[in-house]
């Protein structure tokens, strides 16, 4: 929230910079501060690591497309309530982004996600769960041991034991706040999703390193992303 008494000799710029409009967004704060070659830089390097995405996500023919179940925040593992986002919701753009099918088609709401029980997942039976979350990951996330330990306790579920996903060990957590509603206005976030939908296909693209360019380059941050927990578990 903005109040305009506390600065009033500050002109007020605002824009709403979200997963449909980042490149335009990023454009005008170039003309704003006069760094208009520095603003083409980034969206270029996005329009490329969109690309490189795109080009072997249209290689999967739709019967191979991976079921994904995006769960909003970390559900308690001590019961058996779930949530998930609307189909329109950018979470499930970045799952369709990285080659997968989102299993809620029917949810169309205007808030961010409804409650849904186990059976909800049961009948639908992703082949992939992704945890979002703002606990246990993150830039000051170093240990995994806790990451770790929520999953395997997931896994253990017993309402979700016949689900693809927890049948093969395919679960999976990642920071919500730097990759889903960050991270490049969630392109990082669908690499990640891309190396674990598609392990592979994706075997010869290196998300950390392609993460850690974002970090130094563009966010000018001196933070080695290799020692961070941000996407759990990785792919090779």
Same mark, same amino acid.
């Given at each position: 929230?903005?109040?305009?008494?506390?600065?009033?000799?500050?002109?007020?710029?605002?824009?709403?910079?979200?997963?449909?409009?980042?490149?335009?967004?990023?454009?005008? #704060?170039?003309? $704003?501060?006069? +760094?208009?070659?520095?603003? +083409?830089?980034?969206?270029? &390097?996005?329009?490329?690591?969109? =690309?490189?995405?795109?080009?072997?996500?249209?290689?999967?023919?739709?019967?191979?497309? /991976?079921?994904? #179940?995006?769960?909003?925040?970390?559900?308690?593992? %001590?019961?058996?309530?779930?949530?998930?986002? %609307? @189909?329109?919701?950018?979470?499930?753009?970045?799952?369709?982004?990285?080659?997968?099918?989102?299993?809620?088609?029917? $949810?169309?709401? @205007?808030?961010?996600?409804?409650?849904?029980?186990?059976? &909800?997942?049961? %009948?639908?039976?992703?082949? /992939?769960?992704?945890?979002?979350?703002?606990?246990?990951?993150?830039?000051?996330?170093?240990?995994?041991?806790? /990451?770790?330990? #929520?999953?395997?306790?997931?896994?253990?579920?017993?309402?979700?034991?016949?689900?693809?996903?927890?049948?093969? =060990?395919? /679960?999976?957590?990642?920071?919500?706040?730097?990759?889903?509603?960050?991270?490049?206005?969630?392109?990082?976030?669908?690499?990640?999703?891309? =190396? &674990?939908? #598609?392990?592979?296909?994706?075997?010869?693209?290196?998300?950390?390193?392609?993460?850690?360019?974002?970090? %130094?380059?563009?966010?000018?941050?001196? $933070?080695?992303?290799?020692?961070?927990?941000?996407?759990?578990?990785?792919?090779?």
């Amino acid at each position: 929230y903005y109040d305009p008494t506390k600065t009033p000799d500050f002109p007020t710029i605002a824009l709403d910079v979200n997963i449909t409009n980042p490149k335009e967004a990023t454009m005008r #704060y170039g003309y $704003i501060f006069g +760094e208009v070659s520095k603003a +083409e830089e980034y969206v270029s &390097w996005m329009n490329d690591q969109e =690309k490189k995405i795109s080009e072997k996500v249209e290689s999967i023919p739709e019967s191979k497309r /991976v079921s994904v #179940y995006v769960c909003v925040g970390l559900p308690d593992v %001590s019961t058996s309530k779930y949530s998930t986002p %609307s @189909k329109k919701h950018h979470y499930c753009q970045e799952v369709r982004n990285a080659g997968g099918i989102p299993i809620n088609d029917e $949810i169309d709401i @205007k808030g961010i996600s409804v409650d849904v029980d186990a059976e &909800w997942i049961v %009948s639908r039976n992703p082949q /992939v769960i992704l945890l979002s979350t703002n606990q246990m990951v993150g830039y000051d996330a170093h240990d995994s041991k806790e /990451v770790a330990e #929520y999953i395997n306790t997931f896994l253990q579920k017993p309402e979700l034991a016949t689900v693809d996903a927890v049948k093969n =060990k395919r /679960v999976y957590m990642i920071s919500h706040a730097f990759l889903k509603c960050g991270g490049a206005s969630g392109l990082l976030c669908s690499l990640y999703y891309a =190396k &674990w939908l #598609y392990p592979d296909l994706f075997a010869d693209t290196d998300a950390q390193a392609i993460h850690q360019e974002y970090v %130094s380059k563009f966010q000018h941050l001196d $933070i080695d992303v290799n020692k961070c927990i941000m996407a759990y578990p990785l792919t090779a």
